[in-house]
């Protein structure tokens, strides 16, 4: 039974009130919550907001403005480290919603469970090209890239994205693993993936999995 502190913290992340939804988070930073209680509340206020504009009560804009306040919280939680500041991670994971998609709740979601259990993430948003991705991977060297969509042709950009991968010479240097609300079971059968998840704790399984097993070495 949750309390009502993170009953509020939720109600106030569905809203996407921004001036309660991070003084919820302080307050139970401030009681010695755990990061994973406070992540968790947030991920049920993201949910709600999915919900909604599902029904048509947010827009676009909502869903683009509860993503920068879910990240804002994110930063309370995990402080960005200081330039020069050495920090030990397990793992470099790249991540972006393909081309022509712009639901990010899962992705966000995802990105919030990696950074708390102490994964490098680099989040290129919403709508992302193939060759920015192709770009990243060759910037960032990173283990892991997610490759996020929601909507049924968001198949055709992953199957696009992961072709200029390897066509760049980049596929044997990382796991891809496909996410959100357009994976089924068929998926992998139509393109070059190393996994898909169709939960973000199933993608956290995942590379969590492989940096225990020593799979993956960070540089």
């Known amino acids: 039974m949750k309390d009502l502190l993170y009953e ?3 109600k106030a992340m569905g809203m996407i009130d921004e001036g309660k939804t991070q003084y919820y988070a302080k307050q139970m930073i401030e009681e010695g919550r755990s990061p994973h209680e406070i992540l968790e509340g947030l991920n049920e206020g993201l949910k709600q907001v999915e919900k909604q504009f599902e029904d ?8 683009m403005f509860s993503g920068m306040l ?3 919280v994110l930063d309370i939680l995990v ?6 500041e050495a920090v030990s991670k397990k793992a470099r994971v790249l991540i972006g919603v393909v081309e022509e998609d712009i639901h ?10 990696l950074i708390t259990d102490n994964f490098e993430v680099i989040d290129l948003g919403i709508d992302v090209k193939p060759q920015t991705f192709v770009d990243a991977i060759a910037q960032y060297h990173p283990q892991f890239v997610l490759l996020s969509g929601m909507m ?5 950009s992953m199957k696009k994205t992961i072709e200029m991968i390897t066509a760049a010479g ?3 240097q990382v796991y891809i693993l496909l996410g959100g609300g357009c994976v089924d079971h068929n998926i992998l059968k139509n393109m070059d993936a190393d996994a898909s998840a169709y939960e973000p704790e199933d993608t956290l399984k995942y590379c969590n999995e492989h940096v225990n097993t020593g799979r993956v070495h960070e540089e």
């Open 79 to 84: 402080p960005p480290a200081k330039e020069g």
């Open 8 to 10: 509020d913290l939720v």
């Open 56 to 63: 048509g009560e947010y827009f676009i804009a909502d869903l």
């Open 104 to 113: 990010e709740i899962g992705k966000n979601i995802v990105v919030g469970l």
């Open 170 to 172: 980049l596929r044997d």
């Open 152 to 156: 049924h042709f968001a198949q055709d």
């Open 70 to 72: 879910y990240r804002s």
